[in-house]
């Protein structure tokens, strides 16, 4: 009976990562393809026997080596996204860099006019 409880608890697991994997941004094909595994899994866990329950092995339900796979594409798409973060970073801090000399022009053209004005009122 135990083992009921347990799989009742994996159950309601599997289901907050199902709603979950719908909020997902990033991701969202390891994401899905992680939530196809975990149905794959609870699938015939959910048809086992009590007894059976007690003898099955997780370990031998996932493939590492597909792990592997997800993780490298992971951290490739985590780099990709850093490379944009600093391409957008980097132009950002070009436009505040531009920004100062804009205003210079500007003060320098204004100051110029209020000269003008001053020479025009004197004379």
Do not use: W
Not at 107 to 122: P, Q, T
């Amino acid at each position: 009976m135990e083992a009921y409880f347990i799989l009742q608890g994996i159950v309601e697991v599997v289901i907050v990562i199902k709603n979950i994997s719908y909020q997902v941004k990033a991701n969202k094909k390891q994401c899905q393809r992680l939530v196809d595994r975990i149905y794959a899994i609870i699938a015939p866990l959910q048809t086992l026997e009590n007894h059976e329950l007690t003898r099955l092995n997780i370990q031998q339900l996932f493939d590492r080596q597909q792990d592997e796979q997800d993780q490298e594409t992971d951290l490739a798409d985590i780099n990709t996204k850093l490379d944009d973060i600093t391409t957008l970073l980097t132009k950002q801090q070009e436009m505040q860099l531009q920004l100062p000399m804009h205003v210079d022009e500007m003060l320098n053209r204004r100051f110029k006019s209020l000269k003008r004005s001053f020479i025009l009122d004197v004379s």
